[in-house]
């Protein structure tokens, strides 16, 4: 063990103290130097405040939310024992489905390897993606998804009778939430209007977001689900006014469960 | 942040409540942060989880609030004291904890504008806006490696492992970036702080 830190030594680890990114060895001598020093012990508490205050950064910029359902659990978790601490059931464990998930994600392969192994066609499909995806900075996310052996496909086809030649994918992975929308061969849209994606499951319909559609006709979404592994009853295309709130208008593509 | 800007009671206050066994002061503090203790664990376990590790925490709080000292930091510092800790506990039995953290510099650098709850109170928010704020006016790089030591849990030569930077690097950046940080969070207080270093130099 080496010998006590000087209030100078110490000053140079506190910011790393407050973030939790020392080794075990230096965090010692920094709780020891801290210990004995007002001085330095004022600036870690400001560190420690900035440090712990990056939740809050997270929370403003995240999507994520705790069920509504889950401060009735809290509330009685408190309430069920007076206030000792309490002891709950055998901890379900997630590490089964974490492995699961990392297995998925080993497999995602590299550039050289997959190029590979393209015919031409669903290259230049892919590269048309990848350029969107890089447009809108989720290359990383779609190929992921859509590479990933898990990943579950929905087509997406015309309406019946409807004289077109587009078509459209939507991609699910059971781990993640991200969720991979595109179409191509679509028109571009008359003026005024926009290709919206709806989404049906357990009989609410929502939108995650437009279609927009480039040059190529060819249209990409990234969106996150609410859950991981979303599973959806319906999913359609719908050519429609740019403010429109409802799934009202022209139904352009559509896959629907089989189940 | 000063009580007189909280309704419902400063944060201080009604931890102090909760010492005494309130339970209106206990759902209170819950409303204020189960949003971002949630945040800190949802990006990097399974929902199911993060909702446990929510409970965890909210119960070590009512269990341990009188033990909470408002003379050695807020209770949001020692509130995600409680729960980084938890959270780092469960990322650390992953063996690649590596795509929670990019994502949750995605998140972080979303470009849409964050999501506002109706619920939400309006100084709380403002605080979260701030910190965003700030943690987005840092270099990349210093972002970085906050966001790989708080959020992941992880060391210093961990980083620089993991980024293949110098450790040299690393430190550095880490001490500019959370000092950056502070200044950034403790600009209202600033003032006070001029005047304490006016002091210093006229002794």
Redesign the interface.
Known sequence: MRDELTCSENR?LL??Y??????EEEQRAVERHLAACPDCRAVA???????????????????????SS??G???Q???GDG????KTGP??S??P??ALA?GT?AVVAGFSAWNAHLSSALSQERSMRERLAQLV?RQ?TVLDIVDSPRARRALLVPPAGADSQAYGKVFTTPDLRDVVAMAARLDQPPAGQTYRLWLTETGRTHSPGRMVVNAQGFALLVFKAE??GPAYDEVRVVLQRGDAVTPAGRTVLVWRSAG | MPDRFQPGGGDASLVARVAHGDAAAFGCLYDRYARDVYALAAHVVPSADAEEIVQDVFVRVWNKAAQFDAARGSFVAWLMTIARHRVIDELRRQRNPRRSLQEIEEVLMNKEDPASDVEEQAWVRERRLLVLEALRGLPAEQRRVVVLAYFGGLSRASIARELGWPLGTVKKRIQLGLQKLRRALTEDVNVEERERDEREVAR
């Open positions: 140079e910011e790393a407050a973030l939790g990114a020392l080794d508490a400001e560190l420690r405040e900035a440090a712990h205050a990056l939740p809050l950064a997270l929370a403003a910029a995240s999507p994520l939310r705790p069920p889950l401060k659990r809290v509330l978790a408190v309430a206030g000792t601490t309490k901890r379900r997630w590490r489905r974490v990392l994600l900075g990383e859950r991981r």
